[in-house]
């Protein structure tokens, strides 16, 4: 499981590319295998990055491409926790 350490102070952006760059790191898998990075994202609890992944997909890739995280715009129906959620 990979687990790096979680700064209390961290925006959602910078808690996503330190999850993202976790699991890269770890070399468990193609980050491209979106299934598999969501498995792994499950079972390390990350939350944000599950979430991310399942409803900003063209985001979630062009920082793979990049290193670039493109502000996202979320449907209506989508459901975002704030930071005092989690």
């Known amino acids: 499981m990979v687990k790096p350490f979680d700064p209390p102070t961290e925006s959602y952006e910078e808690r996503i590319i330190r999850q993202i760059l976790a699991i890269r790191e770890s070399g468990e898998t193609n980050m491209f295998d979106i299934h598999r990075v969501q498995q792994i994202a499950e079972v390390s609890g990350?939350?944000?990055?599950l979430a991310f992944t399942r409803d900003c997909k063209s985001q979630y890739a062009h920082f793979i491409?990049?290193?670039e995280m493109l502000p996202w715009e979320l449907d209506e129906d989508t459901y975002w926790p704030t930071d005092t959620e989690f």
Request: glycine residues 14%; negative net charge.
């Open 46 to 49: 990350y939350d944000e990055l």
């Open 65 to 67: 491409l990049t290193g």
